[in-house]
Structures are given as structure tokens and as C-alpha cells.
């Protein structure tokens, strides 16, 4: 019967019974790896009874109407619309199967929750599951909680993602179990990479700059090279596109050409541009000139060069002579 059949089974049945074309149509999407089993198993396939194709066609069936649901309103939505027309016990072993063989991102379902109510779901909880979570949210999202938790619980906490690399599922399910009863979803089985410096980059991308000066001052006393590093990586020579004309004018009275120009060998057509507008005709003839005749350079000096101009912006927004906008913050330069 349909149920003791394995996956690669019912897939065989499923295409014989669509036909040819059908199937050519879906061998498209594959890889040839898959394709050769697929077919392999095909050919051993020789009887299909028509309980048995039933049986394949409903189940098939189910998991589209369960892969709709998802990707309309996630797992919690899902479960609730399969439970109603399934009932219980046949949503959670669809969802299962589902989300088992698509590995569902940890927390899918407070993805759509709105910032506040998660910060009031998770602010009693232990520091390293709030890191935790909040390693898991979209860089906005995670950025509107972070800024609103206590000073004291954002160095910690910031530290805590900062050296977070991977975790396992036991840890998350554990954790998944405790912020929504009754859940469905079963993470897959290899280790699952959250947190570490990217992620906190992102997140302090995403707060006030108060936020982000705190923070950053703070692992300065207590780890000076993780400090550094987050500093490198939060504004990098090709966003100076994202700057104003004044902003960039400002900057370029401080920077040393010799340092522009080889910054801007290894830039984009569009940071370029920017540049160049901002100064005057001659300066810029200059400047291209000086660019023709350096000829080939080593990608080490642009990466220098480029690392001393945005140090340059760094100090330049310390002062407060030029203001770089962070979350929740309107302008872009003032």
C-alpha cells in the first residue's frame, strides 16, 4: 500500500501516473543525480493499482494545500487551516513531513509577530536565548527589540551573537517548545549556523546610533578586538554611495588624494560617480589623471587605501560633522 511506500517510491508512482509529458516537464527542475534514481525507480516499478495511485494523488495533494498555507502565513497558519479541514492529528503529521524535508528556518513562527509583542514574550528570558532569537529575526526586526531591551542586557546580549556560531537543534526545539505550545515543525538535524559577527553588524546597523555607541563602547573595555571589528564592518568605502553631496564634500576636504585615488581603482562605476560629482572640474580631471598613470596596483594598497577614507568617515561622524542615519533615524546626512 501507498503508506508503505518510501518518498522516492511514491514520487515514481505520482509521474507514471501523470504521463510523459508531464513528467519531462518536472525532470526540468532536477538534477541529474535525482533524475537518474528517479528514472531508475521508474523502471522498476511495474504495478500500480488504483487504490494505490489514489492514495499517492491524495497525499501529494495535501502537501501543495500545506506548502500554500505556509507561504501565505507560515507554519502557526498552516497547522490552523489543515487542522480545520483534516483535522488535528493529519495537520501535524503533513506540517511535519513538510517542514522535516524543507528545513523550515528555526522560528518561523514569530517571523510575522510584530517587534513589541516579541520583546514583551521574550525580555525574562536568559540573555543567551534572547541571543539566541534574536539571531534568528530579519536585521530590522531584531534591531526594533534590541535598542528596546536595558543597556546593561545589549552589551551582554551583543556579545552573546557576537561569538554565537552554531547551535543545535536540540537547543532549538527546546527553545522553539517554549515560546509556542504544540509546535509542528521539527528543525532539521544538522547544526544550524545563527548568530556570530555578520549578524550583530546587521542588527547595530539597525539601532539608533546612542545604541550602537554604547555597545560598541562597552566590548571596547572588555574586548577590544572584537570592537575593532565590528567597527570595520559597519560602514564600508562602496556605502559612501549612500551619502549626500554635503556629507561626501565634507569627507573629501579630509582625505589625501594619493588615498582617494587608489581607493578608487578598486571601486564601483557608481561610488566613482559620486565622488567625482562632488568635486570641481579640474580637481576631478586631476584626480582621473592620477588614477591613468598609477597604472595596475596591488588589491592590498586599495583595500588600505579604501580602510584609511573610511576610518576618515568614522571620525568624521564622532565629531558630529557629518551625521550617518541608523535605525529609526530619518535623515541620511545632516
Do not use: C, W
Amino acid at each position: 500500500m501507498a503508506d508503505r511506500l518510501s518518498g522516492i517510491e511514491k514520487a515514481a508512482v505520482l509521474l507514471i501516473a501523470l504521463g510523459q509529458d508531464v513528467s519531462k516537464e518536472v525532470f526540468k527542475h532536477l538534477e541529474s543525480e535525482e533524475i537518474e534514481e528517479l528514472y531508475l525507480q521508474i523502471a522498476k516499478t511495474t504495478k500500480i493499482s488504483p487504490e494505490m495511485k489514489d492514495k499517492v494523488f491524495e497525499e501529494f495533494n495535501e502537501l501543495m494545500l500545506a506548502q500554500q498555507y505556509l507561504s501565505q502565513g507560515g507554519i502557526t497558519y498552516a497547522r490552523e487551516l489543515l487542522e480545520s479541514a483534516l483535522g488535528e492529528s493529519k495537520a501535524v503529521e503533513i506540517i511535519t513531513k513538510l517542514t522535516s524535508s524543507l528545513q523550515v528556518r528555526p522560528f518561523d513562527f514569530i517571523q510575522k509577530t510584530e517587534s513589541e509583542q516579541i520583546l514583551n514574550f521574550i525580555q525574562g528570558e536568559h540573555p543567551q536565548i534572547i541571543a539566541l532569537i534574536i539571531s534568528y529575526l530579519p536585521g530590522v526586526k531584531a534591531g526594533e527589540i534590541f535598542r528596546n531591551l536595558s543597556e546593561e542586557k545589549q552589551v551582554d546580549i551583543a556579545r552573546r551573537i557576537a561569538s554565537m556560531e552554531r547551535t543545535s537543534p536540540e537547543m532549538i526545539r527546546e527553545v522553539e517548545r517554549v515560546l509556542e505550545r504544540k509546535l509542528s515543525t521539527v528543525v532539521g538535524q544538522d547544526y544550524t549556523s545563527a548568530g556570530g559577527l555578520d549578524t550583530l553588524v546587521e542588527m547595530l546597523a539597525n539601532v539608533d546610533r546612542g545604541t550602537e555607541k554604547t555597545i560598541i563602547e562597552s566590548l571596547s573595555e572588555t574586548d577590544p578586538e572584537l570592537a575593532e571589528e565590528i567597527r570595520k564592518r559597519m560602514f564600508v568605502f562602496e556605502d559612501i554611495i549612500l551619502l549626500d553631496d554635503r556629507g561626501v564634500q565634507q569627507i573629501l576636504k579630509s582625505v589625501e588624494s594619493k588615498d582617494l585615488s587608489l581607493a578608487l581603482k578598486g571601486s564601483s562605476e557608481d561610488v566613482s560617480e559620486k565622488i567625482f560629482k562632488n568635486m570641481s572640474k579640474r580637481a576631478a580631471d586631476m584626480l582621473r589623471e592620477d588614477m591613468e598613470f598609477a597604472g595596475p596596483v596591488r588589491v592590498k594598497d586599495v583595500q588600505e587605501a579604501q580602510q584609511k577614507i573610511v576610518n576618515v568617515i568614522r571620525k568624521l561622524e564622532e565629531t558630529g560633522e557629518i551625521i550617518i542615519a541608523r535605525g529609526g533615524e530619518d535623515e541620511m546626512i545632516v
